[in-house]
């Protein structure tokens, strides 16, 4: 099955990315002058830490680029969470196309995969509580719509993919509007149905809900302040807490009765998993 996400070329990514790796001459000067072009080699990509997986069906695709007839053996799936020493996938075939391969294909592994197991940290800081982690736009140029799937493989729920699909007013949004009420009811004015409103103090709730907000986001309140303003908000409208959420503070947030809680970090911040890919004669 090809691996397939809405507003991703994957075809285009690996042609891209290995065209940056390849450069202008578009030869991997080490492989072709120290392997001979017919050899096999097969190999064993594995994880050295404990992680949740992600991208696995990305790293297939960098392979068979190279080499359509390649064996590859996906051995776990994605949002899997596995031991260090888990052996993620096999792999036989030329061994030019492997070595060139390599790095395109563990930097994406190792990339979503560190995103996916801090997602899956943050999940289950805040198990039990009935709050949902919420990733944010807070993304790597250009990989936004695959590092949203690794938040979704760690068991996060996806915000708004851009600027496209809500709006989302902000402190600056509502300066130049020149209030709360004025921004969100310009936005309603203009046929926006889900309206998500910041707000950094209980007095611009009322107003932004009277105003028709969809959607609160409550922004760097502690744990005593966000209980305040979700019991004023009774349920009328989803709520958020955002801003600084660290796993030492994300489940204290969580049991103020807030519907979501967003991190940033889940995507700015997460480290690489240590993932390699060892060789041996076929």
């Not at 888990?86 to 994406?108: H, P, Q, V, W």
């Not at 190792?110 to 996916?116: D, N, P, W």
């Not at 949004?173 to 910041?198: C, K, P, S």
């Amino acid at each position: 099955m090809v691996f397939t996400l809405p507003q991703f070329d994957l075809e285009a990514f690996v042609r891209a990315t290995l065209a940056e790796d390849l450069g202008p001459t578009s030869k991997d000067v080490t492989s072709e002058s120290v392997i001979p072009a017919d050899i096999q080699f097969a190999g064993i990509m594995d994880s050295r830490d404990a992680i949740t997986v992600a991208g696995l069906s990305i790293a297939e695709a960098f392979f068979r680029s190279l080499d359509p007839a390649m064996d590859i053996e996906i051995l776990v799936e994605d949002g899997q969470q596995v031991p260090a020493g888990t052996d993620l996938m096999r792999l036989k075939g030329n061994a030019r196309a492997m070595l060139t391969a390599e790095r395109s294909a563990l930097n994406t592994v190792q990339h979503l995969s560190g995103i996916a197991t801090m997602t899956q940290q943050y999940v289950d800081a805040i198990s039990g509580t009935g709050c949902i982690l919420l990733d944010t736009r807070k993304t790597i140029p250009g990989l936004r719509v695959l590092e949203k799937y690794a938040t979704r493989m760690g068991g996060a729920t996806n915000h708004r993919m851009g600027l496209w699909d809500a709006a989302m007013i902000k402190d600056n949004h509502v300066a130049v509007a020149g209030g709360v009420a004025e921004a969100v009811a310009r936005a309603r004015n203009a046929g926006v149905e889900r309206i998500i409103l910041e707000v950094d103090s209980i007095a611009q709730i009322e107003p932004g809900l009277a105003a028709g907000a969809s959607h609160l986001l409550l922004d760097n309140m502690d744990a005593g302040t966000l209980r305040a303003a979700v019991a004023l908000i009774a349920g009328r409208v989803p709520t958020e807490a955002s801003g600084g959420v660290t796993l030492e503070t994300i489940r204290a947030k969580a049991e103020t009765g807030v519907t979501y809680i967003s991190v940033g970090r889940l995507t700015q911040s997460a480290p690489a998993a240590d993932i390699g890919l060892d060789f041996a004669p076929a």
